[in-house]
């Protein structure tokens, strides 16, 4: 362990040289110079008040007992402000926002704004023009997937999941219906109205969820971490290869109670369309004792991964957004509500705000998100229009791409006999060109 712990020790040496080699001259000379004003200028860029004159509204895509979702356009790419009523939604808005900041995943819904009008508080997501699995398996032919599909879908919720849980955040809500499709296929998981925080070393406790997705344990209104969200996924992976829950029935009354004894006392029942893969792996993501349950068993998602069938899928290559999904929406179709939907949901009267309120309400209108807005900025180029050119007109050498570096300034006599003379691997120069280079990408990173 001693020699491990020195190994490490060694690793990290020449990173705390460049550490604290940059942070001394280097940096000064970086706030003196054109690039310290340019990132100064995409923070005030970034930092704009946005309101809902930033966007125009298109078409209501679904509601909820508390909000609404309705396509708009910012300039490019096109999103899904989530409207949630003011008075009813506000603590599970200001959860599921803190959530989202905390979250970078390629299979999570991407908060990029956050603002307030007079009637909502409105969460400003990337658009998932796909639908919603919920859809897909009950509204395209035949109910549920063919194998292939239903087990991509599965490993992208598994990575999905397993970023949450890397936040330490259990989900409690995963159900078809809160499963979006984007352009390309692939899913993210979306309302995390639910979810919440576990600490360390912590369980928590609460009868929250969907009825038919609630774990026993979250039934029985015991302590848990994070199980229910694997019990869920084979909820989910059932009803997807099966085309129907495993403990109720779609289009047949069941009355809550009976569906909670179901959940704690009855095996679910496979048919001839599911696997013997399949089967293994649901059955054992239903065990009903958590401490039985797959991915429960202290690995998380690697034990879930770690399951034969997944043997076709390079989870690397999933997680980098290199594999092809087994579903391509259709761009002409629409998997939405007609729109003279619009604006019958914002219409709230009567109204007063309390200053408590608006103390709770500056809390989730923040404008932009940092990452999501400069991945935007990037990914569309917006800089380039944004950039703040100089008065004449011309371009300033921080953005001119064929213009030379200065020269380094000379040292002085007492630097050149004096100066701290340190040896550093190569990859201080690469450090260093990539602070100073004039790359606008490198100001948002």
């Known amino acids: 362990m001693i020699h491990l712990n020195n190994t490490l020790s060694q690793c990290f040496l020449s ?44 078409r209501v895509l679904g509601k909820g007992g508390f909000g609404e979702v309705i396509t708009n356009k910012c300039p490019p790419p096109p999103i899904s402000p989530r409207a949630i009523k003011k008075r009813k939604g506000e603590s599970m808005a200001l959860n599921e926002k803190q959530i989202l900041e905390k979250v970078n995943s390629r299979f999570v819904v991407s908060l990029a704004y956050a603002y307030e009008t007079k009637d909502a508080l409105c969460l400003v997501l990337t658009l998932m023009n796909g639908g919603d699995l919920k859809f897909h398996i009950y509204h395209m032919g035949e109910a549920g997937f063919d194998e292939k599909r239903a087990v991509f879908y ?36 979306s309302d995390l109205g639910l979810a919440v925080h576990v600490p360390e070393g912590q369980t928590i406790k609460g009868r929250v969820g969907t009825v038919g997705y609630m774990a026993p344990e979250v039934v029985k209104n015991e302590r848990y971490t994070f199980s229910p969200d694997w019990w869920a996924l084979g909820c989910l992976l059932y009803e997807m290869i099966q085309g129907q829950s495993p403990f109720q029935q779609r289009k047949k009354k069941i009355k809550r109670e009976e569906v909670e004894r179901l959940v704690k006392e009855v095996e679910e029942e496979y048919s001839s369309k599911v696997s013997e893969d399949a089967k293994s792996l649901c059955k054992m993501l239903l065990a009903k004792d958590p401490n039985e349950r797959l991915g429960c068993q202290g690995d998380g998602a690697t034990e879930v991964k770690a399951h034969p069938i997944f043997r076709s899928i390079n989870f690397k290559r999933l997680a980098a957004g290199m594999l092809e999904a087994p579903f391509i929406p259709d761009p002409q179709a629409i998997y939405c ?37 400069q991945n935007e900025m990037i990914d569309t180029e917006c800089f380039k229009e944004l950039n703040i050119l100089n008065l004449d007109g011309t371009v300033p ?48 990173h």
């Open 15 to 58: 990173c705390r040289l460049i550490h604290d080699f940059l942070s001394m001259a280097p940096f000064a000379d970086y706030l003196d110079s054109m690039y310290y004003s340019r990132f100064l200028q995409w923070k005030w860029l970034e930092r704009e008040p946005i309101t809902k004159n930033t966007f125009r509204q298109y």
């Open 154 to 189: 599965a490993a992208e919720i598994c990575c999905g999941l397993e970023d949450l849980h890397r936040e330490r955040i259990v989900y409690r809500d995963l159900k078809p219906e809160n499963i979006l499709l984007d352009d390309h296929g692939h899913i993210r998981i």
């Open 397 to 444: 050498p921080d953005l001119d791409w064929r213009g030379q570096p200065s020269p380094p300034p000379k040292q002085g006599l007492l630097q050149r006999l004096f100066g701290r003379q340190v040896r550093f691997p190569h990859i201080l120069l690469l450090f260093i060109c990539s602070v100073f280079a004039p790359r606008h990408y490198c100001l948002f």
């Open 337 to 373: 509500k007609d729109v003279l939907d619009i604006e019958q949901f914002s219409t709230v009267k009567g109204v007063e705000l309390e200053p408590k309120d608006d103390s709770f309400y500056s809390k989730v209108s923040t404008g932009s998100i940092p990452i999501p807005w």
